[in-house]
């Protein structure tokens, strides 16, 4: 029943934004943190972005500091991240995941596509 689904990504040159979306449902959004991960071909899923239940702190991959921001709307159960300059590295599938108790038994979305180049 725990679905997340992610969207907005598309095809960007280099320097340029996107911003992602996440929706979740299923479960009790507002108690649990959240964050993106990412994988590229032939690569493992990293973490780029976290942020508590209520938005309060956010950590972020070194590779992404100042480039991509993560913010939620536990309103509309939703997680986004904001990507500023991208650069062909940022290129790969990313995906939201909720963090805490009991996530770990949470599917993984399809994820969105992201590609960056020239």
């Known amino acids: 029943q725990v679905q997340l689904v992610e969207s907005g990504g598309g095809l960007v040159q280099p320097g340029g934004s996107l911003r992602l979306s996440c929706v979740a449902s299923?479960?009790?959004?507002?108690?649990?943190?959240m964050s993106w991960y990412r994988q590229a071909p032939g690569k493992e899923r990293e973490l780029v972005a976290a942020?508590?239940?209520?938005?309060?702190?956010?950590n972020y991959a070194e590779f992404v500091k100042g480039r991509f921001t993560i913010s939620r709307d536990n309103a509309k159960n939703a997680v986004y991240l904001q990507m500023n300059n991208l650069k062909p590295e940022d290129t790969a599938v990313y995906y939201c995941?909720?963090?805490?108790?009991?996530?770990?038994?949470?599917?993984w979305g399809q994820g969105t596509q992201v590609t960056v180049s020239s």
């Open positions: 995941r909720a963090l805490g108790t009991g996530s770990g038994y949470f599917s």
């Open positions: 299923g479960f009790t959004f507002s108690r649990y943190g």
């Open positions: 942020i508590t239940t209520t938005g309060d702190i956010t």
